[in-house]
């Protein structure tokens, strides 16, 4: 597949160490957005009390570009954020002094230019607390993707010190892929919220994930990206599937999520289990394998959307 799709993909895995006890739930996504937010405003912001859209410095500000991010383009309503943060997995942790969590955040295109302030935000998340009984950790280190399979050290702790690297994920290599695969398993790490004929729903199929991630790969593409990149231009996308097989194991889970804008408990829930999918996946492959970077559906900022691809040698068991 070669497309001009020009889109780095600035991947990163913080490490962090536990200075006093406090929990981390279930699905810590939005409680790491949550507190991150907080510091990064507290960070940047110059008026404090003021909403961002009546600020004078909305326009050119970090955090309003990072984390309310808004969109001057009359076709783009809901921006998708240039940051993502994620837990790696879901489970909660009772944190003691001395626990390490891990968790990771991209950052799309442009976004990676601020990257010292998100480093800076996340130690001051550190010194704020979050979670249950507002837990203080330091910050560790902070590793970055310079391929599928390979992370590099870019900070520690100790030194302090921001190792500058440019190399990244970028979304041409991804979908250079020369894998072809005959069967592979699509599994979820965290819920998809994907929204078929206007409802949230659990009846998702391959055709759904492969229209969410060219749709949202499109809008990010335009916004923060070289230039917009259609996945599915030129291709017959029923006629693809007639030579794909798949078997689903999807249902709905529930989970909670506090938010401080609302200071109340909210219902979050998504899709989660696995899809097998065999058959001739030459030119959907590449997409499925680029999804994993990107996360499809609703509230991929705070890492709802994630899955994995895994190459199998048989059917779902």
């Not at 997995?89 to 990771?104: C, D, E, I, P, T």
């Not at 819920?191 to 949230?200: E, Q």
């Not at 916004?223 to 996308?237: A, P, T, W």
Request: with cysteine.
């Amino acid at each position: 597949m070669v497309i001009n799709a020009d889109l780095p993909i600035h991947r990163y895995e913080v490490k962090i160490k536990a200075l006093t006890p406090f929990s981390i739930p279930y699905f810590p996504g939005s409680m790491l957005r949550g507190a991150f937010g907080v510091a990064l405003k507290r960070a940047v912001c110059l008026n404090q009390k003021k909403e961002c859209s009546a600020c004078l410095l909305n326009k050119t500000c970090i955090y309003r570009f990072l984390f309310e991010t808004q969109s001057d383009l009359p076709d783009i309503t809901n921006p998708p954020h240039p940051l993502m943060l994620y837990p790696l997995a879901l489970g909660g942790k009772k944190m003691r002094r001395g626990s390490v969590y891990q968790f990771g955040f991209t950052l799309f295109g442009r976004a990676n230019a601020y990257l010292p302030y998100v480093i800076y935000a996340l130690m001051q998340m550190g010194r704020l607390g979050m979670g249950k009984g507002k837990g203080k950790f330091e910050l560790k280190e902070i590793k970055k993707f310079i391929s599928p399979k390979r992370k590099r050290l870019i900070f520690r702790q100790e030194t302090g010190q921001l190792v500058s690297l440019d190399t990244c994920l970028n979304a041409t290599q991804i979908l250079q892929n020369n894998d072809s695969p005959s069967n592979i398993i699509l599994e979820t790490i965290t819920p998809l919220r994907l929204k078929i004929k206007g409802r949230l729903t659990d009846k998702i199929t391959l055709k759904d994930i492969l229209l969410a991630i060219a749709r949202r790969f499109k809008v990010l593409t335009q916004l923060y990206g070289q230039v917009k990149s259609d996945l599915l231009q030129g291709m017959e996308i029923g006629t693809t599937l007639k030579e794909v097989k798949t078997e689903t194991r999807l249902s709905w889970t529930d989970f909670k999520r506090f938010s401080k804008r609302q200071n109340t408990y909210m219902q979050l829930g998504g899709a989660m289990g696995r899809m097998s999918i065999s058959g001739n996946l030459s030119s959907i492959y590449p997409l499925l394998k680029l999804g994993e970077y990107i996360h499809i559906g609703k509230n991929t900022a705070f890492g709802l959307g994630r899955y994995r691809i895994c190459q199998i040698k048989s059917g779902l068991s």
